[in-house]
């Protein structure tokens, strides 16, 4: 993408959204057809200056614009997004999958601790490729949109509870594919930057 066209591209908070963050937590978490479905399943590119996305796609395709490469993906899929990364999608209208958006705040206390090992810096997609893993990030996707759901909690909250209450911890979502990385062969893996 030339530097002309990237500057073009619109900076949204959510997108179509030109208002502040909805929200006074640190983390949004919502099903993809929720705000796809509102766009005719298309969300044309874009880009966010101070959020970072996680996306599960667990049912459905959808064609990914990511950083001026198109790839088309199927079910079984993690997509993440940093700040800044120019990104768009084309979903399939039986999608089925979350979003879960990170304010910069939360992002940057995750990259401190997770070290250069974050996988939230760089713009990429994994396939999960094994049913446990598959298993293991849907349910903590669930968890989280359950917890986000709840008026009365917070971000802070809900992570707490999950990480105190759970086997799986909000860490295991966003170094996912780091730990698929080490822990399945390259040969079974199919990395997106490695397509």
Not at 74 to 94: C, E, K, R
Not at 145 to 168: N, T, V
Not at 172 to 185: E, Q, R
Not at 189 to 195: A, D, F, K, L, W
Request: one cysteine or more; glycine letters at 4%; proline letters at 6%.
């Amino acid at each position: 993408m030339t530097p002309s066209s990237a500057t073009s591209v619109p900076v949204f908070k959510l997108y179509g959204e030109t208002q502040h963050w909805p929200t006074p937590d640190l983390l949004h978490c919502e099903s993809i057809p929720e705000r796809s479905r509102l766009h005719d399943w298309r969300i044309r590119p874009h880009r966010h200056a101070d959020l970072v996305h996680i996306l599960l796609i667990s049912q459905g395709s959808v064609t990914l614009e990511l950083e001026g490469t198109r790839h088309d993906l199927q079910s079984a899929t993690t997509i993440i997004v940093p700040a800044m990364a120019i990104h768009g999608f084309h979903f399939s209208p039986d999608v089925q999958g979350h979003i879960i958006t990170l304010a910069k705040p939360l992002a940057d206390h995750l990259h401190t601790l997770l070290g250069e090992s974050s996988a939230l810096r760089k713009a990429d997609f994994f396939r999960l490729s094994h049913a446990h893993e598959q298993t293991r990030i849907t349910t903590l996707v669930a968890q989280i949109d359950r917890e986000y759901r709840q008026p009365a909690l917070d971000a802070a909250c809900f992570l707490k509870r999950l990480s105190k209450h759970s086997s799986l911890s909000f860490r295991d979502l966003v170094t996912m594919p780091v730990a698929l990385k080490s822990a399945i062969p390259l040969a079974k893996m199919t990395r997106g930057s490695n397509t």
